[in-house]
């Protein structure tokens, strides 16, 4: 048979977000993959260097439209460092709540991306149907769905009163029962395991050389949560479980992330029951002196990595973003050779791409 | 800080000459500045040490002067290696070779700054369009001109 | 008169009007019911038909590359061969031209709008299109022969390769489903796998090939394919209606027509269950599963079957 060569993008409804994935195929099977990115490249490095620190904030909201507030916990974290502040307690805890609820959502969503990418359109319209519950609190919290603007240099904008926190505790429960539903659907339904067990598998070694990080490193058997290994924000105050499994395929991607829901779920509850009071801020002067600082935080998808440098004037010198897609991106075309071409799809959103914030 | 001194010790023996020089940044980040000549040794002797250390992503920067690239390792706790390099010879060893998560951080290094990576499979353009025929956005403004 | 007669059959009922209409509710009932399921509103009653007369109304745009006369005469070709089949089979309690045999003319006619299909991929410059037409013809084996063995079943059983000799046998309750069960459910898995419809949506796989062998098409020829999917929906469901159902049971002479529908409605129903409960299949598996349990579980139930007519 000869040789056929399928474009997967820059646009193609398997991709939510404009990437190129050329593919070499004999029949059904691929011989190579090739990628490339920089279609949604907004040059947010450069832009930032001829922004304040407190504009900042806004600009690195915008990196990623799902993990909007994980952008900006890493940013803030990392100039408040720069200025030697302490973030008040309750600030603290409210950056959690919020970045868990992203987890939640994020998770989700990728679960739906995934049920469509493997033609499972009732499981899709099912988990973004439950990821409203999650976007209505966050909207109900913040007054944003996506981006939230909850992060201040200092600690946050906005509080939890003790009705949102009521509202908060009967909206999870009624959701963490959803989720119990969508655990027995993916662990008994036949069609699901057919398109996802065994699928796209990722050894421990590729996990290790090319830096893959997250939950799709956590379902190859890493063990490396940023949450836990180096604790921010009050998650050294808060009890969680670190998912992994060692399957390495796309179904027990699936399983870590539905489990790290739960852990999300747990996570939330916690801090809604020990949220201290106290200020949400404190004051944070314009001018930052001048130093460097790296910080990490564990985004939906894993390690999200700042490097903050500064002049000493009201500017960044240079910032400089990692997001956890890029080592997944740069693993995928090495996943695919081999593969039935419908399997790209399965393994595509199994990766959960997130293609924007990969560019900046 | 156990983790802390065995990888500044094992950074120390892998240059004998006292060349890496090392500091401990904000929130517990080892910053070791390293020779352009030592970075393939430095990085092996980091790969080497017990715990796994991976490349969490490498950035460059324009400091005026010169260019700084800098390696960022992770392992629970981060390590960074910076290297200096002069605007007139900015050209560094790959570690594409040895890491293949840095094949990608090089192109975009490169892209965004100029810096060559001797030795690396394909530098084409990672972010910026095929067709991009200005300065490397990343320059200052003066050397772009 | 008598002519005139025939023609009015021919062009509106049970013809081709009422095909078109009734093909066109069908639809949107599918529609409503599988977003009821997924938890949507669904569309409006008349979505199919304002879906249709948009089509018809746009633009027309074929790729460089594309044989326009082939690309423009396939999707007439199949929707005319839907509908010929169409005649043949009772709707009610009438039928327009039936004879003896008409069963495999009817296979026949409603396997060529898959080839045309394939055909329709290969045309195009589009790889998406070739591809999806390779997978519809390894499709096209894989369920047309549990889907022939199936309908051979009943036909054996009651000897009589007339659709409507079918439904004559039927009569007084002795539906084909209840004596050849297995029979049915093949049918069923067959019908799904010719209308390409999920899991075997394998053809046209959005995530994968975009439209399949569609991708290229727009416009009026567009409308045309949607038309002949919606039709060989209908022509399907009262295919199986008339070999296992019993068609428009005799007894209830003036509820005719309305026992016909119930059970077409039925069938819907079930389509629309299976395409809510399923994911997509990949092609080697749905080979596997056609060629290692279908055709299998046809030759038991031929077996079965002329062993009951033996006895």
Avoid at chain 1, 197 to 205: C, D, F, I, P, R
Avoid at chain 2, 51 to 75: A, K, M, N, P, R
Wanted: proline share 6%.
């Amino acid at each position: 048979m000869s040789r056929i060569t399928i474009p997967i993008g820059p646009q193609h409804p398997l991709l939510k977000e404009p990437l190129s994935l050329v593919l070499e195929a004999i029949g059904e099977r691929i011989v190579s993959a090739s990628m490339r990115i920089g279609y949604v490249h907004r040059g947010i490095e450069l832009l930032c260097q001829r922004r304040t620190y407190v504009q900042n904030v806004h600009l690195f909201e915008r990196v990623c439209g799902i993990c909007s507030q994980v952008h900006t916990t890493a940013y803030c974290q990392a100039v408040e460092a720069l200025l030697g502040l302490e973030i008040p307690p309750r600030a603290a805890y409210i950056r959690v709540l919020m970045c868990e609820l992203e987890r939640i959502h994020s998770h989700l969503l990728w679960l739906g991306v995934l049920a469509e990418a493997i033609g499972f359109t009732t499981i899709f319209m099912y988990a973004w149907r439950d990821r409203e519950i999650v976007l209505d609190l966050m909207e109900e919290l913040s007054g944003g769905r996506v981006s939230h603007s909850a992060n201040i240099i200092g600690g946050v904008r906005i509080g939890v009163s003790s009705e949102q926190a009521r509202l908060l505790e009967g909206q999870l429960a009624t959701f963490a029962e959803q989720m119990e539903f969508f655990r027995e659907l993916l662990d008994r339904d036949r069609s699901f395991h057919r398109r996802t067990q065994n699928v796209g598998y990722m050894s421990l070694e590729m996990v290790h050389s090319y830096g893959v990080v997250g939950p799709a490193a956590r379902s190859s058997g890493c063990t490396v949560d940023v949450r836990r290994a180096a604790p921010y924000a009050a998650y050294p105050s808060l009890a969680f479980e670190v998912i992994s499994a060692s399957e390495g395929d796309v179904w027990s991607r699936a399983q870590v992330r539905l489990m790290e829901i739960m852990q999300s779920l747990s996570i939330c509850n916690q801090v809604i029951e020990a949220l201290p009071g106290g200020p949400l801020a404190v004051g944070a002067p314009r001018r930052v002196p001048p130093g460097e600082v790296v910080t990490r935080c564990e985004a939906p998808r894993g390690e999200l990595i700042y490097y903050v440098r500064s002049d000493g004037s009201e500017r960044p010198a240079r910032i400089k973003v990692r997001t956890p897609t890029l080592p997944m991106l740069m693993v995928i075309s090495h996943l695919l050779p081999g593969l039935e071409t419908a399997d790209v799809a399965a393994v595509m959103a199994g990766a959960d791409l997130c293609v924007a914030c990969a560019d900046r | 800080m156990m983790d802390m001194d065995r990888i500044s010790d094992a950074l120390q023996r892998s240059c004998e000459d006292n060349s890496i020089r090392l500091r401990e940044g904000l929130g517990g980040e080892l910053f070791a500045d390293v020779p352009p000549g030592k970075l393939v040794v430095a990085v092996r002797a980091i790969l080497q040490e017990g715990h796994f250390h991976h490349l969490s992503t490498i950035s460059g920067l324009d400091s005026g002067q010169e260019l700084e690239v800098l390696y960022h390792f992770w392992s629970g706790r981060g390590v960074t290696l910076r290297v200096r390099c002069p605007k007139s010879r900015a050209s560094l060893p790959t570690l594409a070779g040895l890491i293949p998560a840095a094949d990608w951080y090089e192109r975009e290094v490169h892209e965004l700054l100029g810096i060559e990576f001797a030795g690396h499979p394909d530098l084409s353009p990672l972010l910026l369009p095929d067709d991009w025929d200005a300065p490397p956005p990343l320059l200052s403004r003066e050397d772009a001109q | 008169m008598q002519t005139l007669a025939k023609l009015a059959q021919v062009l509106i009922l049970p013809g081709a009007l009422y095909l078109i209409v009734a093909s066109l509710f069908i639809t949107w009932l599918d529609r409503k019911l599988v977003a009821r399921g997924e938890g949507r509103v669904g569309p409006p009653w008349f979505q199919p038909m304002a879906d249709l007369l948009k089509l018809l109304a746009k633009e027309d745009i074929s790729p460089l590359g594309t044989d326009e006369k082939i690309s423009a005469l396939l999707p007439m070709v199949s929707m005319a061969s839907t509908m010929a089949a169409g005649l043949c089979i009772p709707v009610g309690n009438s039928v327009v031209y039936p004879f003896e045999g008409d069963l495999i003319v009817v296979l026949f006619l409603l396997s060529i709008p898959t080839l045309a299909y394939f055909l329709a991929g290969w045309v195009t410059p589009s790889v998406y299109g070739v591809m999806g037409g390779n997978r519809s013809l390894l499709q096209y084996f894989s369920y047309e022969v549990p889907l022939l063995m199936s309908l051979a079943a009943p036909a054996v059983y009651s000897q009589t390769w007339s659709v409507t000799g079918l439904m004559d046998a039927q009569q007084g309750y002795r539906w084909h489903v209840f004596f050849l069960p297995v029979g049915f459910a093949l049918a069923m898995v067959g019908l799904i796998g010719k209308l390409k419809r999920v899991p075997f949506d394998i053809p046209h796989a959005k995530s994968e090939l975009g439209a399949g062998p569609l991708t290229e098409y727009s416009g009026r020829k567009l409308a045309l394919w949607k038309l002949t999917v919606s039709l060989q929906t209908l022509v399907g469901i009262n295919l199986l209606v008339a070999a296992y159902l019993g068609g428009a049971d005799r007894i209830w002479a003036h509820w005719g027509f309305a026992i016909y529908a119930v059970k077409v409605v039925f069938l819907v129903v079930g389509l629309a269950f299976v395409q809510v409960s399923y994911a997509r299949l990949r092609i080697d598996q749905m080979a596997e599963s056609g060629w290692r349990v279908l055709v299998p579980l046809g030759i038991l139930q031929m077996v079965v079957t002329i062993w009951m007519g033996k006895a």
